[in-house]
């Protein structure tokens, strides 16, 4: 059964810190991974998506990585802002189109 | 491109009453997905559509739930005689799938808060 876990649980930095959230998943054999953005109370805003045969995307201040072999997905954050402060999820998908498995998320909060 | 929307945002309903839920997907998505949220945890896969065909569904989808995609666009998810612990955010999301497509990212609507009473 995949599991998937990410650490810290939370996370707090001050302002303009470059930091990194884990996320790790017991079953290699994953299609794809997505981190997302979720502020309080609100849906999920898809940040990236990395393929299983990927080893990173980026976007803008965001890069995230991907080693299969390992189990381990890293989100880098650089130049850390305020409004970066959300909670944020991997998931991973264990084939074309399927559902997604999603860790218990990292609460981030940067201070100004 | 409207995104995925969901129809009501916040429910508030006394224990044993039935529920519907309603959600529209990015008009060419022809997957669409239910996931459960409750707080502090990371969403939990419901189930899954392609277009109209229902494809999945988790154990966690009890005889009391119910979804339906009847022409292959929107989406109902009806829970009934409600129980305290269906209290969570419902979330709704899409994707596009076909055989030469592989990204299949999924896109997730505002939520409908669910409080049984």
């Known amino acids: 059964k995949q599991e998937v876990t990410q650490i810290p649980a939370a996370l707090s930095v001050p302002e303009g810190e470059n930091l990194v959230l884990n996320c790790s998943f017991t079953d290699s054999a994953i299609y794809n991974l997505q981190w997302f953005r979720q502020d309080p109370g609100k849906g999920l805003t898809s940040l990236l998506l990395?393929?299983?045969?990927?080893r990173e995307q980026t976007s803008g201040r965001l890069n995230a990585s991907l080693d299969k072999s390992s189990g381990r997905s890293t989100l880098y954050i650089a130049a850390s802002q305020p409004g970066d402060s959300a909670t944020y999820l991997c998931a991973v998908s264990l084939n074309q189109g399927g559902k997604l498995i999603f860790g218990q998320g990292t609460e981030l909060s940067v201070k100004p | 491109d409207t995104g995925v929307s969901q129809d009501p945002r916040h429910k508030i309903t006394k224990r044993g009453q039935n529920v519907t839920f309603r959600c529209d997907p990015i008009?060419?998505?022809?997957?669409l997905y239910w996931y459960r949220q409750t707080l502090g945890q990371g969403p939990e896969f419901l189930t899954y559509f392609q277009n109209e065909a229902q494809l999945e569904k988790s154990r966690l989808l009890s005889d009391r739930f119910s979804a339906e995609r009847p022409k292959g666009s929107f989406s109902t998810l009806e829970i009934q005689r409600t129980e305290q612990g269906d209290s969570a955010m419902y979330l709704c999301a899409s994707s596009s799938w076909t055989s030469v497509v592989y990204r299949n990212e999924q896109f997730f609507g505002p939520g409908t808060r669910l409080t049984v009473l």
């Open positions: 990395i393929q299983s045969s990927q």
């Open positions: 008009s060419e998505h022809n997957r």
